[in-house]
Structures are given as structure tokens and as C-alpha cells.
């Protein structure tokens, strides 16, 4: 055995240790390390709460955020004969419901945006029962994706409606299937009486053996990548598939045809575009609403079955011309030889398949706007010192640098979350030592800008040597 060269250290987190080797909960998690200020963040969801533990010192030490996510939601009922849609185990008690985060479609990644302030990530939350969290089960089929988002400098958590949505995605009130106005009561009922729920279905695979719990418990994956303001979720959708697994007329031609969904976004993750399908079922060439055909085929997947895609690590700029913003999302996938035969469900028969490259070139509406990065020098903290006091502040604070020599050419620059630089406080040449200025909160156009997360970027002979945030508070 060779002698590893590394200086390694290992680091336990007590919290973990605890819920796990008790049996207590089970723990979703992933982690992401930033390229330029040592941001590191273990994120994910344990029970009923999002988490996040949080390092701005490169893992030296951590601060645990948590938020509860538990919203109390109506069990409708059927508008002919009173009976509820759900019921306890005894089949007479009406089940008290709550909408809460799933142990089901965990198999993600994270991606830092806003310049590094926000971490977000994909996942799901479940619709429930009382009677069934106090017993952990749950209701697999009734399963929701959301897009998660930590806020590093405020410490807050917030979420997006994705495939499911109501008046307002991203209003803090996880969608109800039933009411997508959002006024209270059942949109819709069938011929009997029976209200419409409506199920998102995020993954490629479903049969009769495992069913809803096979499908977004193991055969789930959803991904997300990003370049600057530009930001890319893709994720399996199997809702077509699912009908024609149930023979419900009209989807005869969608026998074992997953789809890959996308949305993307060009202001940080904050808002998404609608879901835009490509998928491998040559059927699909054609716009045919009798079934369920929207001419989402991808002749380039021609006899494949993509499955379980992951993304590249980065967004390749293709073109920032105004009127012209593209992007290039790489993109591996594995091509199922037979269906099913990925799925780890399936047990022992496996049959192989073949592991693809692919690349899509993806349209933006808004224009790009690069990263504020320290990637191009980071100086010792030693050496080229830069902070702000006080943070939070309002409505001023001093922002205080040294440099090391004497006649430098130095720019302080502050910026907003998206990148837009909102004014220049010094562009001069400084002598050796300490300086500091004020910075009153104003724009380039004298105007007061609104309460946020702000970066100030410090240049010395043309080098960025060091970025920190600062947070305005009114």
C-alpha cells in the first residue's frame, strides 16, 4: 500500500452522528465547495426541516442552519357524496394532511449562484398523512419537485414550485394539486364527483412491482449547473409512460417513453421557464394532442433510451450578443439497452447499456452577466486586507484596504448579487499602508439602492486581489 503524500484531515459533524447511529431520521445530503472564498456547504433536508451547514473558512469550522417545512393542507372531499380523499388505516377516520419534505427524489446536486450567496438544489416534498409520518410511511406517488435555496449571508431558506404550479411559484406557500388558483377550494371534479389531484411524475422508470416508491425513491435524478446569471435544471419525467403503464386511453404510444425535462432560468435561479420535453420516443415527431404527442422527439436520440443524465460542470457561453444569448449544456446519460434493466429495483438481470455524451444549445432571454471572481489572483489576507464596518449596516459603512506598494493603481468597485457593478468608489493611485472610504449606500446616479447583499471588489495594477460581501440593511 502506497503512503498517501496529502496532509488529510477528518472532520465529523455531531448532528449527523446523532440522527444517523440512532436510527432517528435519514439524511439527504450533498456537498458544494466554492472556487473563489472558501465557501463550503453540506445542504439537504433530515425529517420534516431543510438544512444547511455553512463554512465561508474552507470547512475550518461550520454554522448549522435548519427551517422547517410542515404546511398544514385540506383533505378534499367528493362534491356528490361527502366521502375524503384520504383516509387513516381504519378507513373511517379523515386523514389530517400536510404537505413536507420527501426522502424521494434525492439524488442531486447543488450549484452556488448569485456570486456565490445562495446555494440552490433540486428536490421534492411529499403529500402525508399525520397517521402515516407518525409511523414513517407516506404516500410515494404524491410526490412535488421544488428547487431549494439557501441564502449564505442571511441564513434564510426559500423554495420554487417547478412542475406543479400555482398563481406564484415562489411565494413561500408549496403548491396544493387541487387549487392552483389558490382560493381555497377543489378547480376541478370528475364524473364522480372526485376532485382532480394532479401528480408530477419525476423519473424515467415505473412498473408494477415497485411502483411510485421504486421510481422516485431509486430511479430519480435531478440536476442543475450554472454560469453566472444562467442557470440549468434537468430532471426525468415519466408522466406519459405512467399513463400508458395504466392503459388510459390515449397514451398507447408512450409504452416505456420517459422524457427529459428542462427549465432554465437567466436571473439567478429566482424565476424559471416553463418545462421544456425532449425525449427518444420517434412517435412523438408530430403535434397530435389525441396522443399526447407535442413533437418533442430528439432524432439524435434515435433507438435510445436515455437514462439517469448528468450534467457538465459549467455552462459553456456561446454567444452574449444583445438579441443572441446562448449557451451549451454537456451532458452525459446512460443508454438503457432494455428498459428497466438500469434500474436498480430489477435486481440481479442486468443487460448493460451504453454510457453517451451530448450537448444542447440552450436560448437565454436575458443577457449574461459574468461572475465577480478572485480567480485570477487571491492574495494572502496578510498581505492585501479588505472589510467593511459596519455589516449589516445602514445607511453607511467604511471599507478599509491595505496595499503592499507604493504608487499602485488601485479600483474599488461595488457590485450587485446578479454581477452589475453599481459604482466605482476609487480609481486613483494609493500609496503604500491602510485607506478606507465610505461608502453611503448610493449608485453611480446618487440614488439610494435597495436593501441586499452587495460585493466589493478590490484592483491593484489591473489584478483583482480580493471580493467581500456586505449586507444593506433599512
Known sequence: MVASDL??????????????????????????????????????????????????????????????????????????????????????????????????????????????????????????????????????????????????VLGEFSFYDLDVQDTDPGDGHLVVSFD?????????????????????????????????????????????????????????????LQNAFYEVPGYEGWVKQPEIAIVISDDNGETWSDIRYINANPNDNV??????????????????????????????IISTESGNYHAKLHFAFFDDILYGSEAGAQGPILYGGYLRYAAINLEFQEEWIEPVSINEETVPHSVVQLFNYPNPFNPTTTISFSVAQTFSFVTLLVYNVKGQKIKTLISDQVSAGQHSIVWDGKDANNKQVSSGIYLYKLNVNGKTKAVRKCLLLK
Open 7 to 152: 496532509d488529510w484531515t477528518v472532520q465529523s459533524f455531531p448532528y449527523f452522528d446523532y440522527l444517523t447511529y440512532n436510527g432517528i431520521a435519514r439524511i439527504n445530503k450533498d456537498m458544494i465547495v466554492s472556487e473563489d472564498d472558501g465557501g463550503v456547504v453540506f445542504f439537504g433536508n433530515v425529517a420534516d426541516s431543510l438544512f444547511a451547514m455553512y463554512s465561508d473558512d474552507y470547512g475550518e469550522t461550520f454554522t448549522k442552519y435548519t427551517h422547517q417545512i410542515l404546511q398544514p393542507m385540506d383533505n378534499p372531499t367528493n362534491c356528490y357524496t361527502g366521502e375524503y380523499w384520504w383516509y387513516n388505516l381504519d378507513g373511517v377516520t379523515p386523514s389530517e394532511m400536510f404537505i413536507l419534505l420527501s426522502n424521494d427524489l434525492t439524488h442531486y446536486n447543488g450549484i452556488f449562484t448569485n456570486n456565490n450567496t445562495k446555494v440552490q438544489w433540486m428536490s421534492g416534498v411529499n403529500y402525508n398523512s399525520a397517521e402515516n409520518i407518525a409511523n414513517e410511511n407516506y404516500y410515494p406517488a404524491y410526490i412535488y419537485p421544488k428547487i431549494f435555496t439557501f441564502d449564505t
Open 180 to 240: 392552483l388558483d389558490d382560493d381555497g377550494y377543489v378547480d376541478e371534479y370528475d364524473e364522480n364527483g372526485w376532485p382532480h389531484v394532479i401528480r408530477s411524475c419525476p423519473s424515467w422508470f415505473f412498473n408494477s412491482d415497485g411502483g411510485w416508491q421504486d421510481a422516485y425513491f431509486h430511479e430519480n435524478n435531478c440536476k442543475m449547473v450554472s454560469n453566472g446569471n444562467w442557470v440549468v435544471c434537468v430532471w426525468h419525467d415519466g408522466a406519459k
Open 287 to 316: 403535434i397530435d394532442p389525441t396522443n399526447h404527442y407535442d413533437g418533442n422527439y430528439a432524432p439524435e436520440f434515435e433507438d435510445m433510451l436515455p437514462v439517469n443524465v448528468t450534467l457538465g460542470d459549467k455552462l459553456e
